[in-house]
């Protein structure tokens, strides 16, 4: 099997190498840019299988890389953020981002998500059942595609399985440890941020009656009546 490629996108050269360190010892080949600029142009050169993409950057910032890599080619991307602003991290989902991790992490932690994350594509690959229809919005697993009133929605890879998982337990009110568990590959619950923002993504996406929130304990997709 190949080895995976990754692109580090950190103007910070202290962080960024730290990082590139961390993943070839995980095994991964990395590419480092340290600007918008070179950042998409490195992208579109490398063909990377993930982005580790910093927010803060000169020439243009994390948002608009992100914004032009995933107009090129979807590619799980995970943002690295100083500021543990909700509307920082809505704004990067909306985006494309697949996860994010707020300054200062662990390199263990940042490790953990990348392969997590990759995991999650090659699940992905795998055969797929019919297409799940709920009222007017039509989730087609085989080509992972969504569509709303026949328009295609564009949505990241942790937003569709978020959404499949939730749609094969339609009215079942699903716990966000759970939720961590099952979508993200997390078991130690501490990302409950990260559950609450993808569902606010989908809910402005796909309309806010569509999941239901259980309060202190989770989430219910809603069968249209």
């Known amino acids: 099997m190949n080895e995976r490629r990754v692109l580090v996108v950190e103007d910070e050269r202290t962080i960024a190498e ?12 990395v590419q480092i840019a340290a600007d918008g600029p070179s950042a998409v142009a490195q992208f579109h050169a490398g063909q990377p ?40 991290l809505l704004v990067g989902l909306a985006v494309g981002a697949d996860d994010y991790l707020t300054k200062p992490f662990s390199m263990r932690e940042l490790a953990a998500r990348v392969h997590v994350l990759l995991r999650r594509v090659e699940r992905a690959a795998t055969p797929t059942p019919p297409a799940i229809r709920l009222g007017d919005i039509e989730i ?34 699903l716990p966000r440890e759970r939720l961590l568990a099952d979508v993200w590959g997390w078991v130690d619950g501490s990302g409950t ?19 239901r929130t259980v309060h202190g304990v989770g989430y219910a997709l809603e069968l249209p009546s």
């Open 49 to 88: 299988d993930l982005v580790v993409l910093d927010v803060m950057l000169p020439g243009f910032d994390g948002l608009e890389v992100c914004r032009r890599i995933q107009a090129e080619r979807p590619v799980p991307v995970l943002m690295l953020t100083a500021r543990d602003d909700e509307n920082d």
């Open 193 to 211: 941020r990260t559950v609450d923002s993808h569902i606010k993504a989908l809910r402005r996406k796909l309309g806010a009656g569509l999941i």
């Open 140 to 173: 087609n697993e085989a080509e992972r595609r969504v569509r709303r009133d026949g328009t295609d929605v564009h949505l990241t890879p942790t937003e569709f399985d978020l959404l499949v998982h939730l749609a094969g337990r339609p009215r079942t009110v």
């Open 18 to 29: 730290s990082i590139a360190a961390r993943l070839r010892a995980e095994g991964f080949t």
